[in-house]
């Protein structure tokens, strides 16, 4: 995959163009079995190698999950659901040296650890449940977490439904917070980045609250609207000229709202819209940076589904994605288009097209690690399924 990317050190800015090594592979292996309508197991286990070789980045990482969960019922006192699991995971890496990112130790494995119960209670029959859970998770960064979740859902009657959640995650730190250290250029300075082997988990509790309607046959809506606060979050702390320093000390508050709807105009087609709006405040200490205006405050979909004949589906998907200033990355609309067609039941043929209004346009910047910007390409591509 060719790509531009820039290696900085103390003395020299390089620029050129290479070709992005990435190889890989996985295996996963998953055993269900059903003891009968209120009891079930799954067990998962997979191991993944990958591989990725660059001028600013180079990586060789390996990675074992084990996942296992059981649901049963409990016939008193609410004859309610309960799921429950845990879940390990490890995994080992190998990361170049003499590069511009740069981590010490070379090599690190990390590990992680969780037990988790969920359930469902129906406290008054077709009209309130609480959805409930806990979860206990010990990270190689971060041990001793519980992470509680709770959700109520209230259906008044058959077209309409209101809901309201509460939950507590966190956002483990990265391999490269705690033991990263970059070299980038701002302006005519050289900059390091450094991290920081004390920085803790951002905590998050979210609060969102919902409403759904059936307003007729054809046409429901859906409105939703959130607000998320996080503790710990990372900003950028100078504690020498030239040299930052990654810090915990970042307060965050998200906030929001989104309207979904869903139009059927005919039997045979269907209309998506949706609408979602987007705040971001921080609350950062004196002395302290932290990256803003990354994500768009507006966005604006409209997908469509049309049925053609009994065996032909025509699916436009249309978004206009406000700008990201922090990024300096610009707003813009995308159209994709998909054309399938059905000559057997358990078979498909479609032509589907992506990106058809402009011939490039950019997404997002990168900003870890220093390559050029991608810019997302138009293109057009077909698919044949055959399900047996």
């Known amino acids: ?47 993944d190698h990958s591989r990725r070789d660059e001028l600013s980045f180079r990586e060789s990482r390996h990675t074992v999950d084990v996942d296992f969960q059981h649901r049963f019922q409990l016939t008193i006192p609410f004859h309610q659901d309960i799921v429950w699991g845990g879940g390990y995971r490890w995994t080992g890496d190998n990361m170049g040296v003499n590069l511009p990112i740069f981590f010490n130790p070379v090599r690190r494995d990390l590990q992680t650890e969780n037990v988790f119960a969920q359930t469902d209670i129906p406290l008054i029959q077709d009209k ?59 302006g005519a300075e050289f ?21 759904k309607r059936q307003l007729t046959a054809d046409l429901s809506v859906d409105i ?23 810090s915990d000390q970042r307060d965050t508050q998200i906030f929001g709202f989104e309207v979904f709807g869903e139009w059927r105009a005919t039997s045979k087609l269907r209309f998506i819209p949706s609408y979602s709006h ?19 405050k507006h966005q604006f979909t409209l997908r469509s589904q049309l049925d053609l004949t009994h065996n032909v589906e025509l699916d436009a998907f249309f978004r206009h994605i406000d700008k990201l200033p922090g990024l300096k990355v610009a707003s813009y609309q995308a159209l994709d288009l998909r054309l399938s067609w059905k000559p057997m039941p358990k078979m498909e043929v479609s ?11 950019q997404e997002f910047a990168p900003e870890l690690i220093q390559t050029m910007p991608v810019q997302i390409q138009r293109g057009v591509f077909g698919k044949v399924t055959w399900r047996f």
């Open 191 to 211: 900059i390091r980045r450094i991290s920081n082997p004390l920085l803790t988990s951002e905590t998050l509790w979210g609060y969102e609250i919902g409403y």
């Open 128 to 186: 309130v449940k609480l959805t409930t859970g806990i979860k206990f998770l010990n990270h190689t960064y971060s041990s001793g977490n519980f992470l509680p979740n709770a959700r109520l859902l209230w259906t008044p009657d058959s077209s309409q439904s209101v809901w309201a959640s509460v939950t507590r995650s966190l956002r483990l730190p990265s391999r490269f917070e705690r033991d990263g250290n970059q070299i980038t250029k701002d």
């Open 278 to 296: 987007l705040q971001v405040r921080n609350k950062v200490p004196e002395g302290h940076e932290a990256e803003s205006g990354e994500d768009p």
């Open 351 to 361: 032509v589907i097209g992506q990106n058809l209004l402009q011939s490039h346009h």
């Open 1 to 47: 995959m060719g790509q531009i990317s820039i290696a900085v050190d103390t003395e020299t800015e390089t620029t050129r163009i290479e070709d992005a090594n990435l190889s890989g592979g996985h295996a996963l292996l998953r055993w269900q079995r059903t003891f009968d309508n209120q009891s079930s197991t799954t067990l998962q286990a997979y191991y």
């Open 224 to 246: 939703a609207g959130f607000f998320n606060d996080y503790s710990h979050s990372t900003s950028d702390s100078e504690i020498a000229p030239g040299i930052v320093q990654i």
